[in-house]
């Protein structure tokens, strides 16, 4: 039988693991966090610890939780993602939040790598011509989406989303979806955990799409629910409404 007491004994006992002795939070939350989020959230089962951290950083990322995003980052290297890994999930946050937003993230996992001596990874060298990211986007967007592909703002003959809708295609999914670091699988992970994390309503087609890319439907309702310690319960329930819809109730 779950009680509090179990919760928060296994909720500290994971916070050891991540944290070591201090996570950042302030003594008065120490035991709400060893329950509601680390026993409660973060030891559920149905999704990976290294893929439940990673949603923890999309979601830190999206909504600039900067001093927590930092400590994470090295909670994430201490769980063995690889520092080419966090980057990536840093950077895939910019199709969605803004670029400034991966620059600001990417600057805290830089002063985290740092401090632990942790070399930044190189950037690779990208010089695929825009008719290529636009080709490659395309095939990307068809295996995610299927025939709602090219529904919504995505609509071809659009000449109001048509404007900018372009270069999503190009920049996201064919540029930074396929950058290394990250597989497909891990990328949908990001992109639901970041649409909870920002209440978009692009959280219901992503999460259908998900399973495309190998995550079963636990994982992506339990991807959902990771958001919550970082951006809020509230969104992490709208999200879950949208994602009935979309995978059903059963």
């Given at each position: 039988?779950?009680?509090?007491?179990?919760?928060?004994?296994?909720?500290?006992?994971?916070?050891?693991?991540l944290?070591?002795?201090?996570?950042?939070?302030?003594?008065?939350?120490?035991?709400?966090?060893?329950?509601?989020?680390?026993?409660?959230i973060w030891?559920?089962?149905?999704?990976?610890?290294?893929?439940?951290?990673?949603?923890?950083?999309?979601?830190?990322?999206?909504v600039?939780?900067?001093?927590?995003?930092?400590?994470?980052?090295?909670?994430?290297?201490?769980?063995?993602l690889?520092?080419?890994?966090?980057?990536?999930?840093?950077?895939?946050?910019g199709?969605y939040?803004?670029?400034?937003?991966?620059?600001?993230?990417v600057?805290?996992?830089?002063?985290?790598?740092?401090?632990r001596?942790?070399?930044?990874?190189?950037?690779?060298?990208?010089?695929?011509?825009?008719?290529a990211l636009?080709?490659?986007?395309?095939?990307?967007?068809?295996?995610?989406?299927g025939?709602r592909?090219?529904?919504g703002?995505?609509?071809?003959?659009?000449?109001?989303?048509?404007?900018?809708?372009?270069?999503?295609?190009?920049?996201?999914?064919?540029?930074?979806?396929?950058?290394p670091?990250l597989?497909?699988?891990?990328?949908?992970?990001?992109?639901?955990?970041?649409?909870?994390?920002l209440?978009?309503g692009?959280?219901?087609?992503?999460?259908?799409?998900?399973?495309?890319?190998?995550?079963?439907?636990?994982?992506?309702?339990?991807?959902?629910?990771?958001?919550?310690?970082f951006?809020?319960?509230a969104?992490?329930l709208n999200?879950?409404g949208?994602l009935?819809?979309?995978?059903?109730?059963?």
């Amino acid at each position: 039988m779950t009680t509090r007491a179990s919760l928060r004994q296994q909720g500290e006992a994971l916070r050891q693991r991540l944290f070591g002795d201090d996570d950042g939070a302030p003594a008065f939350m120490r035991t709400l966090n060893a329950e509601a989020s680390y026993g409660a959230i973060w030891s559920r089962p149905g999704l990976a610890l290294q893929d439940r951290m990673i949603c923890a950083l999309a979601a830190l990322a999206a909504v600039q939780r900067l001093p927590k995003l930092r400590r994470h980052v090295g909670a994430a290297l201490r769980l063995g993602l690889t520092p080419r890994a966090i980057v990536e999930v840093l950077i895939q946050i910019g199709i969605y939040a803004g670029f400034a937003a991966s620059e600001e993230a990417v600057e805290a996992a830089a002063a985290e790598f740092a401090a632990r001596q942790v070399a930044m990874p190189e950037e690779p060298e990208r010089t695929d011509s825009l008719e290529a990211l636009t080709e490659r986007g395309r095939k990307l967007m068809e295996q995610l989406h299927g025939d709602r592909a090219g529904q919504g703002y995505a609509a071809p003959g659009n000449t109001v989303t048509g404007a900018l809708y372009p270069l999503a295609i190009q920049y996201g999914y064919g540029e930074i979806w396929f950058r290394p670091g990250l597989d497909l699988r891990q990328r949908a992970l990001v992109a639901v955990a970041a649409f909870t994390a920002l209440k978009l309503g692009q959280v219901q087609k992503f999460g259908e799409s998900a399973l495309n890319m190998g995550l079963s439907r636990t994982e992506v309702i339990e991807a959902a629910i990771q958001t919550a310690p970082f951006s809020g319960f509230a969104p992490a329930l709208n999200a879950l409404g949208m994602l009935s819809e979309a995978l059903g109730e059963g």
